[in-house]
């Protein structure tokens, strides 16, 4: 039995109800009000004064807050949920990529990603060549402590056949250094495989409570694959210039790859949302020229390849993309949910008036540092220019870590009251 809320609508309704208002603002629809939208991050621990570690560390605790927190919020949907991660089997990993709240930052600190070479300028041969022996020898065991042994193996390839191969990487796996990893992969396996089944329960609990969420892993830009974990930013910057073909020959294999695995996804008639970011493809990481050659086709591919899976693109387009608006005006109407970070919301309001809903773009520093009336004034001009005729979603620009509660409420509640379409 669905769960009575005070307003006499079950959950279940309600969930119905705001699915409708975002489904109708990204198909360009007028809804009966603008809707709200928000991932909450690491909000919750900040709003009910528990750790942040929390979110890694303790996973009823977290998803309690994380209860709590939408239903004292009461958006139209939460556009990404803040999951419980696996602490203790990131730790028998010992990812260098990466450092989370009570592993490398304090308790009460956001995660940090840290940016790396992690494969060499001179190892694109390698990497297309064998990529699987690549991934084994050479890059797991720069990213990872516990497989750092592991460039100890033979090279797959170079085994031969029979027992003799057979007896060659069991002697390698024998090496006392090799064994010592493989028990710490062990070790990691099993407590991740516990996490694996709790994640679509956590996001589950959140729709229960009447929210509707997207789903991650919608997929990206091939290029962000390759800068983000690959040759890190400056290393693909350069690869631009020094060793273009290389570059674009690796893109087009993640490509390949990537619209596979989507070609493999079950055909939607429900219209899902997927989430997906975009890192280094905004205005100040390349020229248009160079967007148009290394990151657009095949980013502009994923999309295209999700939306024909009858899902739609709910994309975070991180930093500013003013400049590449236009391109976004090429991608099938109301198909698209747009994210902008920094980009001129006004600017792409014009623009993509007639094509994309626009979700965005209330700033971090106004919900962290501003007053509720600066809150009310933003929304008051941000709903009446862009959210004008419809095709607007209000969200913060980033997610609100440090947001004032008192902000975070007069964001929604003032959207709420002024966001109504007569």
């Given at each position: 039995m669905a769960i009575k809320t005070t307003q006499t609508k079950t959950t279940e309704q309600l969930y119905q109800e705001?699915?409708?208002?975002?489904?109708?603002?990204?198909?360009?629809?007028?809804?009966?009000?603008?809707?709200?939208?928000?991932?909450?991050?690491?909000?919750?621990?900040?709003?009910?004064?528990?750790?942040?570690s929390t979110a890694y560390y303790d996973?009823?605790?977290?998803?309690?807050?994380?209860?709590?927190?939408?239903?004292?919020?009461?958006?139209?949907?939460?556009?990404?949920?803040?999951?419980?991660?696996?602490?203790?089997?990131?730790?028998?990993?010992?990812?260098?990529?990466?450092?989370?709240?009570?592993?490398?930052?304090?308790?009460d600190h956001g995660h940090q990603a840290i940016e790396g070479e992690w494969m060499k300028a001179d190892e694109?041969?390698?990497?297309?060549?064998?990529e699987g022996d690549y991934l084994l020898r050479v890059y797991l065991p720069r990213v990872s402590g516990a497989m750092e042994a592991l460039k100890m193996l033979p090279k797959m390839s170079s085994l031969g056949y029979g027992y003799?191969?057979?007896?060659?990487?069991?002697?390698?796996?024998?090496?006392?250094?090799?064994?010592?990893?493989?028990?710490?992969?062990?070790?990691?396996?099993?407590?991740?495989?516990?996490w694996r089944a709790q994640i679509p329960e956590f996001s589950r609990e959140i729709e229960k409570l009447g929210f509707p969420i997207n789903s991650a892993g919608g997929g990206g830009a091939p290029f962000d694959s390759i800068s983000d974990n690959l040759r890190g930013m400056s290393g693909a910057m350069l690869d631009m210039y020094r060793q273009p073909d290389k570059l674009l020959e690796t893109i087009e294999k993640i490509l390949s790859r990537t619209l596979a695995r989507i070609a493999a996804m079950p055909q939607r008639t429900d219209n899902p949302r997927a989430f997906m970011a975009l890192h280094r493809g905004s205005d100040g990481f390349m020229s248009l020229k160079q967007f148009e050659k290394f990151y657009w086709p095949g980013l502009k591919a994923v999309i295209l390849a999700i939306i024909d899976k009858g899902i739609v693109p709910a994309i975070f387009f991180e930093g500013n993309w003013t400049a590449r608006l236009e391109y976004l005006a090429d991608l099938p109407r109301g198909k698209v949910l747009g994210h902008f970070d920094s980009t001129d919301i006004f600017k792409a309001k014009e623009v993509l008036k007639n094509n994309m809903c626009i979700r965005g773009n209330v700033p971090g520093s106004l919900l962290q540092?501003?007053?509720?009336?600066?809150?009310?004034?933003?929304?008051?001009?941000?709903?009446?220019?862009?959210?004008?005729?419809?095709?607007?979603?209000?969200?913060?620009?980033?997610?609100?870590?440090?947001?004032?509660?008192?902000?975070?409420?007069?964001?929604?509640?003032?959207?709420?009251?002024y966001g109504i379409y007569r």
């Open positions: 705001r699915n409708k208002r975002i489904s109708d603002a990204i198909q360009l629809k007028i809804p009966d009000r603008v809707p709200v939208d928000i991932a909450f991050g690491y909000f919750p621990a900040k709003y009910l004064g528990i750790p942040v996973y009823d605790t977290w998803l309690a807050a994380t209860k709590k927190t939408v239903l004292d919020f009461e958006p139209d949907g939460v556009f990404y949920v803040n999951g419980f991660s696996p602490g203790l089997a990131m730790e028998y990993i010992d990812p260098k990529s990466v450092k989370w709240p009570g592993h490398g930052v304090p308790a694109y041969d390698q990497l297309l060549d064998d003799r191969g057979a007896m060659t990487l069991a002697e390698a796996l024998a090496k006392p250094e090799v064994a010592a990893a493989i028990e710490q992969l062990q070790k990691a396996g099993r407590e991740s495989l516990k540092a501003g007053s509720v009336q600066d809150v009310k004034d933003y929304l008051k001009t941000l709903i009446d220019v862009v959210g004008k005729d419809g095709g607007l979603i209000v969200c913060p620009r980033v997610v609100p870590d440090e947001a004032k509660p008192e902000n975070l409420h007069a964001m929604i509640d003032f959207t709420k009251e």
